[in-house]
């Protein structure tokens, strides 16, 4: 018998924005079918945890929440930087998949970054085949990785059958103000935004396809009517 495979680290951000009329709706990519994880799939952006998003140099160019504090949320079996990379792959994964970018000011002043913008630098990031870091491209804009515009959620990991597993952290954030979310990207076929119950309506349809762990976080964002009384739930701080 075969040992179960170690779990890869990964981060995950539920995208949150208000709904055209009432409610929020989430943000949701497909993969394309090819990809041996997820293949086809709706899901969340996400990825998985590089060493660099734990390296001293991205811990420095990181602003909102510290690796001593990330550690007590997540666990002591962590090291901070270890548990501090999740937020960090969770903010990367987000801006190269759906160019989306949660940054700030040295001094933590929250600005205002337009969709031309941030498409632009991700444009730049994909254009170079990922040789220009995350850590890089902050560093050349002045930029510091906003990490408190993240919230933590829950825990996910593969079942041990399974030959590609992964340890995953969920985590909310909501759009911030004047940017809009990529239609598609390198490892996006296309998105949507939905409101959970009309997501759940397309998966129970077998129209959207998806995991449970993707399945059961709509299902708890549904039980809320309004984007206020979820950030009230969670202390979620909206993007701006």
Avoid at 124 to 150: G, H, I, M, W
Wanted: hydrophobic share 35%; net charge positive.
């Amino acid at each position: 018998m075969t040992e179960p495979q170690k779990p890869k680290h990964a981060a995950t951000v539920i995208l949150l924005r208000r709904g055209a009329r009432t409610g929020f709706e989430v943000f949701l990519t497909r993969r394309p079918e090819g990809m041996p994880f997820l293949g086809g799939m709706y899901c969340f952006p996400g990825g998985t945890v590089r060493k660099e998003d734990r390296s001293p140099a991205m811990v420095q160019r990181c602003h909102g929440l510290t690796p001593s504090q990330a550690r007590r949320i997540l666990g002591a079996y962590l090291t901070p930087p270890q548990a501090l990379g999740f937020w960090v792959a969770a903010s990367r994964e987000l801006f190269e998949e759906a160019g989306v970018l949660l940054a700030t000011r040295v001094d933590g002043e929250r600005i205002s970054l337009d969709t031309n913008t941030t498409r632009s630098l991700a444009e730049k990031q994909a254009s170079s085949k990922r040789a220009v870091s995350f850590q890089s491209l902050l560093e050349s804009e002045q930029l510091y990785c906003d990490l408190s515009r993240l919230t933590y959620l829950s825990h996910w990991q593969t079942p041990s059958r399974q030959p590609i597993r992964f340890d995953t952290r969920f985590f909310l954030a909501t759009l911030p103000e004047g940017q809009s979310a990529l239609s598609s990207s390198d490892e996006v076929v296309h998105s949507l935004w939905l409101t959970p119950d009309r997501a759940l309506s397309l998966c129970e349809k077998k129209e959207l396809p998806m995991i449970f762990p993707t399945f059961a976080s709509l299902r708890t964002l549904a039980d809320f009517d309004s984007l206020e009384s979820l950030l009230r739930e969670y202390c979620l701080k909206v993007s701006s």
